[in-house]
């Protein structure tokens, strides 16, 4: 860039940058203020503004302080001009709302009722409502904790497992985050530059499928260790006054509905993300009306979390714009990029390495805070490999899918032990977990080999 002290060439500043920010927010500092504290510190550090004001450096400052005049500037682009960020809101409140509408509760009474009878009906049962959740609500805590509230104790009562009780619930829950609409689809489009709906329609099938590993272990589960997940008679549940096919067609329409009406409406090309996300938050708040749930206090409460969960998500996009720019400044990106796009192997290495980072960094880090630090940095290194970035966003979005179970900051592990109580102890939480992380794996691999299984949909639409 023009103006720039002479001799400036790619230090090791931006190398500094990583493990510092690591360590703030190791610390328990908040993931944004980590990033923007990051970045004031090396904006002091490397560039000019101190040695401007008098308080001369031992080393060449790297960059002109006055480059980070762009930071308000991507601040507006990012968030103020960003129609697809707003979709966040929107589908915060759709899942608040439909927590809140006894959606759940009906699922899992009428799906027990239907499973129930077979070894490890319960578990699919919770398998299937997660699925039906996560597709009406993409919202992991109210999924998480929601079933286990109603179904651990019912679970534990008619001698399943403990672990696999937990593993069931938690995984289930999680499934929100790959099978659209979901917020992690959503942020990543935006940081990848790919359309928010493609991405959509590329997890569906990903989805899916993980859904049917999830059924299959349980099943095959069952079969081998009949103690572990026994047939159960759940004839005695509330729902059992109606009908079961009546009971089936009030419990599932609802949620179908909104489907229809939220990706409906994106496949058909009628409505934008964004658009479809403000139809799914009035169709869950008319849901709610429908069942009587719909008071002031719900509203004011849906409300609420709405306000908190969406400052989260663009505190952290703040945060992380400030720290992009000096890490950009000094010449950060382009470091990233010539050494991933140098490495021996070409594309599979390129992907096997981000597939290991993300996995790792999900371990210790939120999937907003991996999307909106990690994922820039390595998208266009992709573009220079020539790697589809529709393929790529749905392996990303399965590893942070997987950071919701691995310990010891699964986010889905706190909220069930939460929710638990004195049923379960943090060790069964751990070890249920851990086939159901073994699942997702194999999952990874499987679109890793099989591309198709991602693009495929997307290319019929």
């Given at each position: 860039?023009?103006?720039?002290?002479?001799?400036?060439?790619?230090?090791?500043?931006?190398?500094?940058?990583?493990?510092?920010?690591?360590?703030?927010?190791?610390?328990?500092?908040?993931?944004?203020?980590?990033?923007?504290?990051?970045?004031?510190?090396?904006?002091?550090?490397?560039?000019?503004?101190?040695?401007?004001?008098?308080?001369?450096?031992?080393?060449?400052?790297?960059?002109?302080?006055?480059?980070?005049?762009?930071?308000?500037?991507?601040?507006?682009?990012?968030?103020?001009?960003?129609?697809?960020?707003v979709a966040v809101p929107f589908f915060v409140f759709m899942g608040v709302?439909?927590?809140?509408?006894?959606?759940?509760?009906?699922?899992?009474?009428?799906?027990?009722?239907?499973?129930?009878?077979?070894?490890?009906?319960?578990?699919?049962?919770?398998?299937?409502?997660?699925?039906?959740?996560?597709?009406?609500?993409?919202?992991?805590?109210?999924?998480?904790?929601?079933?286990?509230?109603?179904?651990?104790?019912?679970?534990?009562?008619?001698?399943?497992?403990?672990?696999?009780?937990?593993?069931?619930?938690?995984?289930?829950?999680?499934?929100?985050?790959?099978?659209?609409?979901?917020?992690?689809?959503?942020?990543?489009?935006?940081?990848?530059?790919?359309?928010?709906?493609?991405?959509?329609?590329?997890?569906?099938?990903?989805?899916?499928?993980?859904?049917?590993?999830?059924?299959?272990?349980?099943?095959?589960?069952?079969?081998?260790?009949?103690?572990?997940?026994?047939?159960?008679?759940?004839?005695?549940?509330?729902?059992?006054?109606?009908?079961?096919?009546?009971?089936?067609?009030?419990?599932?329409?609802?949620?179908?509905?909104?489907?229809?009406?939220?990706?409906?409406?994106?496949?058909?090309?009628?409505?934008?993300?964004?658009?479809?996300?403000?139809?799914?938050?009035?169709?869950?708040?008319?849901?709610?009306?429908?069942?009587?749930?719909?008071?002031?206090?719900?509203?004011?409460?849906?409300?609420?979390?709405?306000?908190?969960?969406?400052?989260?998500?663009?505190?952290?996009?703040?945060?992380?714009?400030?720290?992009?720019?000096?890490?950009?400044?000094?010449?950060?990106?382009?470091?990233?990029?010539?050494?991933?796009?140098?490495?021996?192997?070409?594309?599979?290495?390129?992907?096997?390495?981000?597939?290991?980072?993300?996995?790792?960094?999900?371990f210790f880090l939120d999937f907003i805070e991996i999307s909106f630090i990690?994922?820039?940095?390595?998208?266009?290194?992709?573009?220079?490999?020539?790697?589809?970035?529709?393929?790529?966003?749905?392996?990303?979005?399965?590893?942070?899918?997987?950071?919701?179970?691995?310990?010891?900051?699964?986010?889905?592990?706190?909220?069930?032990?939460?929710?638990?109580?004195?049923?379960?102890?943090?060790?069964?939480?751990?070890?249920?977990?851990?086939?159901?992380?073994?699942?997702?794996?194999?999952?990874?691999?499987?679109?890793?080999?099989?591309?198709?299984?991602?693009?495929?949909?997307?290319?019929?639409?």
């Amino acid at each position: 860039m023009a103006g720039r002290p002479a001799g400036r060439c790619v230090t090791l500043w931006p190398l500094a940058m990583l493990p510092v920010l690591l360590l703030l927010m190791l610390s328990g500092y908040p993931a944004a203020f980590a990033l923007g504290a990051t970045a004031v510190l090396f904006t002091l550090l490397a560039s000019d503004l101190l040695p401007a004001i008098g308080l001369g450096l031992p080393w060449q400052p790297v960059f002109h302080a006055v480059e980070m005049h762009v930071v308000p500037q991507r601040l507006y682009g990012s968030i103020l001009e960003n129609y697809t960020l707003v979709a966040v809101p929107f589908f915060v409140f759709m899942g608040v709302m439909l927590e809140r509408s006894g959606l759940a509760e009906d699922l899992l009474q009428t799906m027990g009722r239907l499973f129930g009878r077979l070894r490890g009906g319960l578990a699919i049962s919770v398998v299937l409502v997660g699925v039906l959740l996560g597709a009406s609500t993409g919202v992991v805590g109210a999924s998480v904790v929601t079933m286990a509230v109603l179904a651990l104790p019912v679970m534990l009562r008619q001698g399943y497992d403990p672990r696999l009780a937990a593993g069931t619930i938690a995984a289930s829950g999680t499934l929100g985050q790959i099978i659209p609409p979901s917020l992690v689809l959503i942020v990543l489009g935006d940081q990848m530059g790919v359309n928010v709906g493609q991405l959509f329609v590329g997890a569906i099938v990903p989805g899916l499928l993980l859904a049917a590993l999830y059924i299959a272990w349980v099943g095959l589960l069952a079969w081998r260790r009949p103690t572990l997940a026994p047939a159960t008679d759940e004839s005695r549940s509330p729902s059992a006054s109606r009908p079961l096919w009546l009971a089936l067609v009030v419990s599932l329409v609802p949620p179908l509905l909104l489907m229809l009406l939220v990706l409906g409406s994106i496949l058909a090309g009628v409505a934008s993300p964004t658009e479809a996300g403000a139809l799914g938050a009035l169709g869950a708040t008319l849901l709610a009306f429908a069942n009587r749930r719909l008071t002031l206090r719900t509203f004011r409460e849906a409300g609420a979390s709405t306000v908190r969960l969406s400052s989260i998500v663009f505190m952290v996009l703040i945060g992380a714009t400030a720290f992009a720019a000096v890490f950009g400044a000094l010449d950060g990106q382009a470091l990233v990029t010539g050494a991933l796009t140098g490495l021996p192997g070409g594309q599979w290495t390129f992907i096997l390495l981000v597939t290991l980072i993300v996995f790792l960094l999900g371990f210790f880090l939120d999937f907003i805070e991996i999307s909106f630090i990690v994922v820039p940095l390595i998208v266009p290194a992709a573009l220079a490999l020539g790697v589809d970035p529709l393929w790529l966003g749905i392996l990303i979005a399965l590893n942070l899918q997987a950071s919701f179970l691995t310990p010891p900051l699964g986010f889905s592990l706190f909220y069930l032990r939460g929710a638990a109580g004195d049923l379960l102890t943090t060790m069964d939480i751990y070890r249920g977990v851990m086939p159901f992380i073994a699942l997702q794996l194999l999952l990874i691999v499987l679109v890793m080999l099989f591309p198709a299984l991602v693009l495929w949909l997307p290319g019929r639409i």
